[in-house]
């Protein structure tokens, strides 16, 4: 749509597309509004839409994915992070001047680990409180997590510290509990092509984040993204967390080139989890500082008042002092790039 | 479980693991009986159980995986699958003598396509049917499967052509639409770390195929198996389909040496899926051949009556003449093993 | 050319191919003559050479490999390997009816140790001899052969055993040395694309065995072997011996789909390394059989007298009872696809 | 040694070593000079050598590389490089405080070219000119480099632009001529496990750029670099270039990570080239930031005048305002970890 196109104007180009039997995607920019059109069985004659008032163009998609690609809309995707707990936490945007850290442990083991997490990344400048309470893990017979009593301690975390909540969700049928609680839902890199998951979390009201599957494409990783806009949910943040290679140094290896390459492809905003892609404690703050060099929107840090004694994932996970020193870092590095941390808002 | 001990000596023993508030797997072999025991928060004392009668000995089981671990059972399993729709087709045991092969197409399209390939595979000595009705496809606008019109036509090919009908459940609540047409529950490699879909397989009466993840390790294959083998459900098949690698002269890298890893380590039966494994038509035979001469349990393979007018995967499927030519070297290559396929007995 | 082309028409297309300016590479087979062109700076007029007497017809090469193509050439190139100490062993043919079955300890460690190994290896229907002699190990401080001496040893097994000699050649002013004892030069996987190396042995008149680099796709391997045959040596023996994965149950993983891979692209003859394809004892012979039924045209094997005694790999290494095991095996799977070892041969 | 160990002491625990039958190799760094042992056939008695004058203590080394080891120099080595044109360029030091860009076209191609791309890499602040005079290519057909006359080219440049030179040299007997021209001697990807090659430049006085091999564990790269400075060449500067991977987005995967990894075990420095690394022009600067960011002691990167037009690699190749580009937001990022460029330097 051209930039002064109006929202009766939006309105009356999807309901044009609908009348076709198609479904439209409305997906608003800074500038200007993009309309995706799927559901058509085959190429559609532009001219069908280029005449209608408010349209600068109609354009073919190449690719296999529509809605999440750039030819769509060429503009980056701001992605607005609201406290479902309305006035409990500021909201906060990924994909613009801001990057966003996300920060805390591996799960949610109790309200008192929660709080000494939450209270340091805080104070660090994280912006969303990250813990699982349903995990999954390799064994049947490790811990599971807390299921929706960690949930509850996690919305008690958003209204004392003020942070946005993300966390796991791993089946379609667990997504309405977790919809209660949490202000963005993750899907894990094991159910990166759980499409029954994908589709159900594209019906949902929250923002997605996505984490690559350990052996995904690029391709497979936007396919994934595409799978859940295609079902309306346009608030997707994309998530690099390591690959599966040969390599042994580090438990995964953290292909920081994907970042450039969605932003190339794609006008979704993508952040990156130096904690699980690296497995190792002492890789993360370098390869943190590496992510927001390389151009991530923003990082996924695991953080543990007493890593030693985390019931999950502690060799990797960060105490606060390490954290706080990464956000330092963090923070001079981001701003070589014109973009900025809660830290130093908050500090001004 | 000493060979000669008593039904009513197995049912004391779990009445006395259950007692202690664990949980109790008995897993009968040829010779004697297993008992698992899962839901014990460390060791216990192997004098616990070993005075009881029918105890052959107790053994702390050193793998993370327990159930599907041979130090818990050291009899190769045999997996009965059984027609659900009883005297459609008979009884196939998997992992004994006869090397069981499924074939079929990638997916249900209509009855015609279904009955003219399972007329085709049933001639060359197919035992089992395979087709998707629901199909986890990398893109969301792709055809996704004929859902239960497709399971009710495999019904009736189980009915017309005396085959048994394994095909693909895609999440928990689909299972029960699946189970109600299926002999054979199929879990995707895609979801082999699904882990609700796991759980709720393995409280299904049905037996599960279990193909291996791109980018599974031998461990998390079978700690996939072992989610469904703690819910109860002990008749599961594992698939080799491929690895992800560099290499690109084939789709995939099947990794045939996983199949004497698994039977060292695990008393489950492994069959090999040349098909995906490959991606290509000229590929399929000769690594059926290879799998089958490495020692796997069965094949897997795509068949359809016109390959190339298939909705999917068609680059990768047999047509008739060449899946009889496929059987007819599987069957010699099996003699020199000692094995047989159902091919041999019909002609005897 | 055709057929029935005689010795002097060959001679004449080669020395029209000279005139101008250009290289003829004329590759002798069973039923007609190809004759290749390199040193062209683009593609050359086909008319230039089909008036020629004798030529059959002129094809434009659209592989970057050219003369290991199947395109230049058409017919399966039968590898002749004859004894350089003449009469010590009988020839042997690669590529043809018979599966050769080449053998021995990964290094030379001594007289006695190399002749107790030919003598199990011979009995079993080995027709070739493996030992290294110069050992390109990981570590500088490891053990890395004994050198000439080695290959003094080498040769007296020739001589005592009527078994040919492959050894491996580690760098362009090794080769001299090594083609005064060896039958077949090995280049082995971590020099695959040591060019320097590719080019000297190219200019050798000993067949060579190439072994496929650990992350070598398939068409690099494909190039490595044109470098040898672009100096002028068309006798490459290929051979698969496992790629580097992220997969952990074994030491590299064997990929056996390259074997239809390499006969659909070229005219080549390959063979299969299941010892260090495998890198565990209890997997060769598995996987033996698995190559051997995948359309191997030959194996190496790793066998020692004492296994555990040695110096190199023993891990990885048969004893000489489970070599004639694995023998056994082999040969009923050979013969099914109508080939024969030298084992079948001895006993007739 | 003590810090304040004297020259004369230094060489006497050297003379105590080498009269055992050992070698001894003294590694001074900026507080004290490190002396490792090699030749020992097992472990040694460190009484041996603690009481000698200057000893501070004797290490026993647990990994199976010694010399690169921090377990036996604790302190970063710096490189020195020097031109062997004496006074044609300033000296420079890989590893200090100076972040070292190496920058220049794939090869030599022309004098023209070569002065091009040479006066842009030092306007914008590169100290060290790379161009390869022999190329390793995959196809035995591809232009192999204009050797000797490129690498009297190479000279030129040195002393026209005040650049030190770094090229490849590509086998044991090439290695001589190199170092008649070249300030580094690189060590390609491909020959990381040329044994032959790494212990001739190991008998060389030049510095070694050593690229880690597309496959290479951590250990491997270490290894090689072990053969190295077995020698007696203790000037080694890793590289870490992209490895093979499953991932198609990117020519290669740039594992950032071995960056921490390699100076957690090592003393050695490591540089970063996203040119190779990720084989994509547009992902080339985003991926030099994020080197840069995770630690990497300097970067190579490819810059052609007219990248369009260049004989191999263009589609990798910076132009020189691309380049510019790159080396003002490499030289803030630097500044964040309190290290500077010549760049920085020169406008000084």
């Known amino acids: 749509m051209k930039p002064q196109a109006s929202g009766a104007e939006v309105a009356a180009v999807c309901a044009r597309i609908e009348s076709l039997g198609f479904r439209a995607h409305a997906m608003p920019g800074a500038q200007r509004t993009a309309i995706g059109i799927t559901g058509n069985p085959g190429p559609l004659d532009p001219e069908l839409f280029e005449m209608l008032p408010g349209v600068a163009e109609a354009i073919r998609v190449t690719k296999p994915y529509k809605l999440v690609s750039r030819e769509v809309k060429s503009e980056d995707s701001l992605i607005r992070v ?28 109790s309200r008192e680990q929660c709080f000494a997490a939450a209270g340091a990344v805080k104070a660090s400048g994280a912006r969303v409180f990250r813990a699982g309470a349903f995990k999954p893990r390799t064994s049947p017979y490790s811990f599971q997590g807390l299921g929706e009593e960690g949930l509850k301690i996690l919305a008690e975390v958003r209204r004392r510290y003020g942070l946005l909540i993300v966390t796991e969700t791993i089946d379609p049928e667990n997504v309405e509990l977790v919809e209660r609680y949490a202000d963005i839902l993750q899907v894990g890199a094991r159910n990166m092509q759980n499409y029954s998951l994908l589709r159900r979390v594209g019906r949902s009201a929250r923002p997605v984040l996505l984490k690559r599957g350990m052996s995904a494409t690029l391709e497979e990783f936007l396919m994934a993204a595409e799978y859940i806009l295609s079902e309306g949910n346009y608030n997707v943040i994309l998530c690099e967390r390591g690959v599966r290679t040969f390599a042994d140094h580090t438990r995964n290896t953290l292909d920081l080139s994907v970042i450039p390459a969605v932003k190339t492809l794609s006008h979704l905003p993508i952040i990156a989890d130096p904690s699980h892609g690296t497995g190792k404690r002492d890789k993360v703050t370098p390869l943190a500082r590496g992510a927001v060099a390389t151009g991530a929107d923003g990082l996924m840090v695991e953080v543990h008042a007493d890593p030693d004694r985390a019931l999950s994932d502690g060799f990797q996970t960060l105490n606060p002092a390490q954290f706080e020193a990464l956000m330092g870092q963090v923070e001079a590095i981001a701003a070589v790039l014109g973009r900025r941390t809660a830290r130093g808002a908050a500090r001004v």
């Open 82 to 109: 609201r406290a479902i707990d309305e006035g409990a936490a500021e909201d906060v945007v990924v994909g613009g001047e801001e990057l966003v850290v996300m920060a805390g442990p591996c799960s949610v083991e």
